[in-house]
């Protein structure tokens, strides 16, 4: 008889990539995926914890899963990823209906636990080494990879869980990258994503210089890599040859995903950031000087605790003055266990409320002048899907930015790299017509 897994997946791309990897060694013990959770053996709840919304989110959906356990005490339910590192065994004790809590560090022995799986138990040692890449993944696109390069962070940014979550940076050895990525490419992947919660430090434990850049340059030059992205750069770290690199890839896109998170020096300082904003300002300089065609987006806090009406102006002008393709914003969430929970002057709800809504208002008007920059001119884009409307299809450009335009007749499949003319802008994508 057929056993069904199902995965509910939330938070970042590392978290995607994990959950391919559990999904790939599901299927390896025998499991086939189904969407609808209450039909499935075993479910798996993949998780976050970097803000509060998405910590509430999870423990909805945990509490929903107790009826399904009641109604068939058979499910195995599992809880992995970064909640579950932070809540540890106290989920077992909160809520029967789980009985397997992974942390960040087992992603590549989960079969293993799961083959041996006897009784409730935590997983929660974070000074794992995560084995090596090995066995299979189930992906969930048919043409683009998520390939982890470095697991944990070592910068402590003083808001941030990540680092209590997912412990110390390890690199992946070079070899290994570059293996799954030709193994993705004889699988039919075209499109490649470099993953690390801080991809500067790459290799830094090896002792190479400039080991990200080097990385970068050797996945290009795999035949068969057609696009190929990283997450995620720090200011403090992007080097001059990872630049470089850019500059001089073949396939290296040209989308330079920086999170500035502030633009106070005293609210960087406080942060723990390493950078100032001129420091920064001549970074995005640096890079519209060797990538003309950077698309520059990145992340913003408000409201971290102490920043005033002035901090506040000062990233509103920096937002102004880089005009970011697109930027995600962020109120501040106080994480327990962090230094910024227990700094002072934590800022007001309705004041955090006010300031995402004037930041956003002015990143909307600079995301709409960047795309209407794309008028008139044709991009190569891959495409992903229809839309709702299934005579649209939608797709991104190298640079990221989402494409949409009409069928009109022709058949396409996930994947196909299309010549699409932009017609209209607006503030999250841009229309255009395919050419024939
Ligand atoms: N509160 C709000 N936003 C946060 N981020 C990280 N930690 C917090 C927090 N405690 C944001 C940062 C980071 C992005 C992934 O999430 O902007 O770049
Ligand atoms: Fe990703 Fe951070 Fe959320 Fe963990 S806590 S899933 S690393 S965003």
């Given at each position: 008889?057929?056993?069904?897994?199902?995965?509910?997946?939330?938070?970042?791309?590392?978290?995607?990539?994990?959950?391919?990897?559990?999904?790939?060694?599901?299927?390896?013990?025998?499991?086939?995926?189904?969407?609808?959770?209450?039909?499935?053996?075993?479910?798996?709840?993949?998780?976050?914890?970097?803000?509060?919304?998405?910590?509430?989110?999870?423990?909805?959906?945990?509490?929903?899963?107790?009826?399904?356990?009641?109604?068939?005490?058979?499910?195995?339910?599992?809880?992995?990823?970064?909640?579950?590192?932070?809540?540890?065994?106290?989920?077992?004790?909160?809520?029967?209906?789980?009985?397997?809590?992974?942390?960040?560090?087992?992603?590549?022995?989960?079969?293993?636990?799961?083959?041996?799986?006897?009784?409730?138990?935590?997983?929660?040692?974070?000074?794992?080494?995560?084995?090596?890449?090995?066995?299979?993944?189930?992906?969930?696109?048919?043409?683009?990879?998520?390939?982890?390069?470095?697991?944990?962070?070592?910068?402590?940014?003083?808001?941030?869980?990540?680092?209590?979550?997912?412990?110390?940076?390890?690199?992946?050895?070079?070899?290994?990258?570059?293996?799954?990525?030709?193994?993705?490419?004889?699988?039919?992947?075209?499109?490649?994503?470099?993953?690390?919660?801080?991809?500067?430090?790459?290799?830094?434990?090896?002792?190479?210089?400039?080991?990200?850049?080097?990385?970068?340059?050797?996945?290009?030059?795999?035949?068969?890599?057609?696009?190929?992205?990283?997450?995620?750069?720090?200011?403090?770290?992007?080097?001059?040859?990872?630049?470089?690199?850019?500059?001089?890839?073949?396939?290296?896109?040209?989308?330079?995903?920086?999170?500035?998170?502030?633009?106070?020096?005293?609210?960087?300082?406080?942060?723990?950031?390493?950078?100032?904003?001129?420091?920064?300002?001549?970074?995005?300089?640096?890079?519209?000087?060797?990538?003309?065609?950077?698309?520059?987006?990145?992340?913003?806090?408000?409201?971290?605790?102490?920043?005033?009406?002035?901090?506040?102006?000062?990233?509103?002008?920096?937002?102004?003055?880089?005009?970011?393709?697109?930027?995600?914003?962020?109120?501040?969430?106080?994480?327990?266990?962090?230094?910024?929970?227990?700094?002072?002057?934590?800022?007001?709800?309705?004041?955090?409320?006010?300031?995402?809504?004037?930041?956003?208002?002015?990143?909307?008007?600079?995301?709409?002048?960047?795309?209407?920059?794309?008028?008139?001119?044709?991009?190569?884009?891959?495409?992903?899907?229809p839309t709702k409307n299934r005579d649209i299809w939608s797709g991104r450009t190298s640079g990221n930015k989402l494409v949409l335009w009409p069928v009109e007749g022709r058949a396409y499949k996930q994947g196909d790299e299309v010549q699409v003319l932009v017609e209209k802008a607006q503030t999250w994508?841009?229309?255009?017509?395919?050419?024939?």
């Amino acid at each position: 008889m057929s056993k069904f897994y199902s995965l509910l997946n939330y938070g970042c791309q590392m978290n995607e990539s994990d959950g391919e990897h559990y999904s790939g060694q599901l299927q390896e013990l025998g499991y086939q995926y189904v969407a609808d959770f209450h039909k499935a053996d075993f479910i798996l709840v993949n998780t976050c914890c970097v803000r509060e919304s998405a910590e509430k989110r999870i423990a909805g959906k945990i509490g929903e899963l107790k009826a399904v356990k009641v109604a068939n005490p058979q499910v195995i339910i599992a809880v992995a990823g970064c909640m579950a590192q932070k809540e540890g065994d106290k989920l077992l004790q909160k809520y029967p209906q789980i009985d397997l809590v992974l942390g960040t560090s087992y992603v590549d022995d989960f079969k293993n636990i799961l083959a041996n799986y006897r009784r409730r138990a935590a997983f929660l040692d974070l000074t794992v080494r995560p084995k090596e890449f090995e066995g299979t993944k189930v992906r969930k696109s048919s043409f683009h990879a998520w390939i982890p390069i470095m697991y944990g962070c070592n910068n402590f940014c003083t808001y941030c869980i990540v680092p209590y979550v997912r412990g110390r940076e390890r690199s992946r050895k070079k070899e290994n990258i570059l293996a799954e990525v030709r193994q993705g490419v004889s699988q039919g992947y075209k499109e490649f994503t470099l993953l690390g919660q801080n991809v500067d430090s790459y290799g830094k434990e090896f002792g190479v210089p400039d080991a990200f850049a080097d990385l970068l340059l050797a996945v290009d030059a795999i035949p068969g890599v057609e696009r190929l992205h990283y997450m995620t750069s720090h200011p403090r770290d992007i080097s001059d040859a990872v630049i470089g690199a850019v500059a001089k890839g073949r396939h290296i896109s040209e989308h330079f995903h920086l999170p500035v998170q502030s633009g106070s020096n005293e609210i960087l300082r406080r942060m723990n950031r390493g950078y100032t904003r001129e420091h920064y300002l001549e970074l995005i300089r640096k890079i519209r000087l060797a990538v003309p065609q950077a698309v520059i987006t990145t992340d913003i806090i408000v409201g971290f605790p102490g920043e005033t009406e002035e901090d506040f102006q000062g990233t509103l002008d920096l937002v102004q003055e880089v005009g970011f393709d697109s930027a995600f914003t962020f109120i501040y969430s106080k994480r327990s266990g962090t230094p910024a929970a227990k700094m002072e002057n934590q800022i007001p709800l309705d004041v955090k409320k006010q300031r995402l809504q004037r930041l956003m208002d002015l990143e909307n008007i600079n995301s709409l002048a960047c795309n209407e920059k794309m008028v008139g001119r044709e991009y190569s884009v891959f495409a992903e899907g229809p839309t709702k409307n299934r005579d649209i299809w939608s797709g991104r450009t190298s640079g990221n930015k989402l494409v949409l335009w009409p069928v009109e007749g022709r058949a396409y499949k996930q994947g196909d790299e299309v010549q699409v003319l932009v017609e209209k802008a607006q503030t999250w994508l841009v229309k255009g017509r395919a050419k024939q």
